[in-house]
């Protein structure tokens, strides 16, 4: 059984919608914390936390919240 996706487009929103508020976040919170560290350790850092954060929380939440909008004229 295929199932379809939502838009490039509004899959990119999602996302966006959701990485935007964490990167504030790491960089207001999590950044000071890693100062001291030399920067590509700290993007390393920052980077992993947000892409789990992202993958397995943040993402998965909106496309629950977003449902309707996102699977409007998907053809199923």
Known sequence: MKTSQPARWKSATVVW???FPLLLLAENLIGPLLGG????LRLALVSAVLVLA????????LQRILHNW?????NK
């Open 54 to 61: 992202m993958t397995y929380l943040v993402v998965p939440a």
């Open 37 to 40: 560290l030399p920067g590509p």
């Open 70 to 74: 996102l699977t409007t004229g998907v």
């Open 17 to 19: 919608l959701g990485l």
